[in-house]
């Protein structure tokens, strides 16, 4: 009861976490690919915290920021603005990362109770199961009046960790195939913010 209660909440949280993610990003790549303005995008990006794909423009927008001070500065070599296209680079490697486990979070936990829920009902009917036996052999009758009610109730335990485990495996798959499709996004974006870079910052 505990597992299912919890990966109901999960279960809850996720879907429209994942949801409002998947929105907000769509939102902003129709911004991003239609705005001629970086620091309108990063306004825009702004509002909408719930999308990874902002969070990694913003990553990128920032460390930008600071190369463009620099190069105003009087760095603005060749060789120094490879070193730079790799510092963003990283820049949106890790936030990539970062998101990736932010959006992971808790799902692990459904994939927990899909594997062990079946094994805890299983170990309580096997449990009652030897209860019902053990009155079985203190009351020295064995007719289907005296078995059946505790094998009955045994054979509960199992069924709970069954409807536990079911809408767990079945929402861990549905959240880990979402998940997946925002990190290609997220990975395809990155790429395409580092190409802008170089066709339109690199001399």
Same mark, same amino acid.
């Given at each position: 009861?505990?597992?299912?209660?919890?990966?109901?909440?999960?279960?809850?949280?996720?879907?429209?976490?994942?949801?409002? =993610?998947? %929105?907000?990003?769509?939102?902003?790549?129709?911004?991003?690919?239609?705005? @001629? @303005?970086?620091?309108?995008?990063?306004?825009?990006?702004?509002?909408? +915290?719930? %999308?990874?794909?902002?969070?990694?423009?913003?990553?990128?927008?920032?460390?930008?920021?600071?190369?463009?001070?620099? @190069? *105003?500065?009087? &760095?603005?070599?060749? =060789?120094?603005?490879?070193?730079?296209?790799?510092?963003?680079? &990283?820049?949106?490697? &890790?936030?990539?990362? %970062?998101?990736? !486990?932010?959006?992971?979070?808790?799902?692990?936990?459904?994939? !927990? !109770?899909?594997? *062990?829920?079946? $094994?805890?009902?299983?170990?309580?009917?096997?449990?009652?199961? #030897?209860? %019902? $036996? &053990?009155?079985?052999?203190?009351?020295?009758?064995?007719?289907?009046?005296?078995?059946?009610?505790?094998?009955?109730?045994?054979?509960? =335990? !199992?069924?709970?960790?069954? #409807? =536990?485990?079911?809408? *767990?495996?079945?929402? $861990?798959?549905?959240?880990?195939?979402?998940? +997946?499709?925002?990190?290609?996004?997220?990975?395809?974006?990155?790429?395409?913010?580092?190409?802008?870079?170089?066709?339109?910052?690199?001399?």
């Amino acid at each position: 009861v505990f597992f299912s209660l919890v990966s109901w909440y999960i279960i809850g949280y996720k879907f429209f976490y994942l949801h409002k =993610a998947q %929105s907000e990003s769509d939102e902003f790549l129709e911004n991003f690919w239609h705005s @001629k @303005k970086l620091e309108h995008i990063y306004e825009v990006a702004e509002g909408l +915290k719930r %999308s990874p794909i902002s969070q990694v423009f913003k990553a990128g927008y920032i460390e930008l920021t600071k190369i463009e001070k620099a @190069k *105003a500065g009087g &760095r603005g070599d060749q =060789a120094g603005w490879l070193g730079d296209m790799q510092s963003i680079e &990283r820049s949106l490697e &890790r936030t990539v990362q %970062s998101e990736l !486990t932010h959006l992971e979070s808790m799902v692990p936990f459904l994939a !927990t !109770t899909g594997s *062990a829920a079946p $094994f805890v009902g299983l170990f309580g009917t096997v449990w009652g199961i #030897m209860n %019902s $036996f &053990r009155s079985i052999g203190e009351q020295g009758a064995a007719n289907l009046a005296t078995v059946a009610p505790g094998i009955a109730e045994a054979l509960i =335990a !199992t069924a709970i960790g069954l #409807m =536990a485990a079911i809408p *767990a495996v079945i929402a $861990f798959n549905y959240f880990v195939r979402r998940i +997946k499709v925002l990190h290609s996004e997220m990975e395809a974006f990155s790429s395409d913010f580092l190409n802008i870079i170089k066709r339109h910052f690199i001399k």
